[in-house]
């Protein structure tokens, strides 16, 4: 009897702890938005990624808190707290701050 109840938790552990490996994970919202940037007499607009614990938006500002990480063209920026400006694409990064830029034509996994 206990050799079974052992096996039987074992069991239990080998299939709950892998999904377990990153708690925050199922915490997390995903956003697409749209922005549209300027620089001189250059005009761009398109769509990225926003990932994070809690986002909202209100007019044309979209805020993040928690675990953030915005793709665009090849780099995901992450950060504790972000601010996305959609009326001229730009991003105000807080906290644990880093970019990663990635080989042109990689696949991002969302």
């Not at 922005?35 to 761009?44: D, F, L, P, R």
């Not at 996305?84 to 990689?106: C, M, S, Y």
């Amino acid at each position: 009897m206990r050799s079974s109840t052992l096996i039987l938790c074992l069991t239990f552990l080998a299939c709950t702890l892998p999904a377990q490996t990153n708690p925050n994970a199922s915490q997390q919202k995903l956003v697409s938005a749209g922005y549209t940037a300027k620089s001189g007499g250059i005009v761009e607009t398109g769509m990225l990624a926003l990932k994070g614990r809690e986002i909202t938006t209100a007019n044309s500002l979209t805020k993040c808190h928690g675990d953030c990480e915005i793709t665009i063209h090849g780099v995901i920026l992450k950060a504790d707290e972000l601010d996305f400006h959609q009326n001229n694409g730009e991003v105000e990064a807080r906290g644990n701050v880093r970019v990663k830029v990635l080989p042109q034509g990689a696949a991002v996994a969302q």
